[in-house]
């Protein structure tokens, strides 16, 4: 019996690690906001999140916004993609003036970056309507408190379209809570990040406690402000188009009846 459990317990632990594929989507964009999101000294970036049940290695992601009218993917000069934890983790401000509240935010400083403009990423871009209109979006009016609630900026127009993130090499994150960070630099205009559903419902990825969407500029930082709650009002709430996919690191071991 003693050799039996011994071989038990070594088959366990030499056990390779299998992988099955991880795919998260926010669902169908809409139309119901557009938020700049871009990097370099005056940056703006919003964020959404996302929760990886187990240790997950992140290959790629998507992400859907507003271009300039006219614009292709010719006009991107540069794209940043973040991985922040939830707040207070990566953070030294504990309680931050000019934010009306930091809980369920993004941490104050990234946990992985990818950015073209250096390596780790690779991106191309699929137009997918010459023609788009987002009902509300939000450019310059992020504020600290109490100047936060605008409404937002208005509509914004432009032509909608994917990009498509490859990451190399793969990102391998923790089981944890997490946001996510898509900025794009044009060399003329703003790029503005379309919402998702909210609640995700299919073709998203439906999961408990999800988050609304945040945001913030070199003014605010560390601080960030709720983009529905803070900035637009009236109890709105949004989460932003996205997709992540990958494979979920799992381990199976071999058991044996002694």
């Known amino acids: 019996m003693k050799i039996f459990c011994l071989v038990s317990v070594l088959l366990a632990t030499t056990s390779p690690a299998l992988a099955d594929p991880y795919v998260f989507s926010t669902g169908t964009p809409n139309n119901q906001l557009a938020a700049a999101s871009r990097p370099g000294s005056a940056f703006k970036e919003a964020a959404d999140d996302f929760v990886l049940p187990l240790q997950t290695t992140l290959t790629g992601a998507t992400f859907t916004g507003l271009l300039p009218s006219g614009a292709s993917g010719a006009s991107i000069s540069q794209v940043v993609v973040k991985i922040y934890r939830v707040f207070p983790l990566d953070s030294t401000n504990p309680a931050p003036p000019g934010s009306p509240t930091r809980v369920n935010s993004p941490s104050d400083t990234a946990y992985e970056a990818r950015d073209t403009a250096t390596d780790g990423l690779s991106v191309s871009f699929t137009l997918l309507n010459p023609s788009f209109t987002a009902l509300n979006s939000v450019l310059n009016g992020i504020n600290p408190a109490p100047n936060n609630l605008t409404g937002g900026d208005g509509a914004a127009s432009g032509a909608e379209g994917v990009v498509n993130a490859t990451f190399i090499p793969a990102i391998t994150l923790p089981a944890g809570h997490y946001f996510f960070v898509a900025q794009v630099a044009l060399f003329s205009g703003d790029f503005y990040w379309l919402s998702g559903s909210r609640p995700i419902v299919s073709p998203g990825t439906p999961f408990v406690s999800d988050l609304q969407a945040w945001i913030r500029n070199a003014n605010l930082a560390p601080n960030w402000l709720r983009i ?31």
């Open 228 to 258: 529905g709650t803070d900035i637009i009002g009236s109890s709105s709430s949004f989460n932003l188009a996205f997709t992540l996919s990958g494979q979920d690191d799992r381990i199976f071991a071999d058991s044996f009846e002694p």
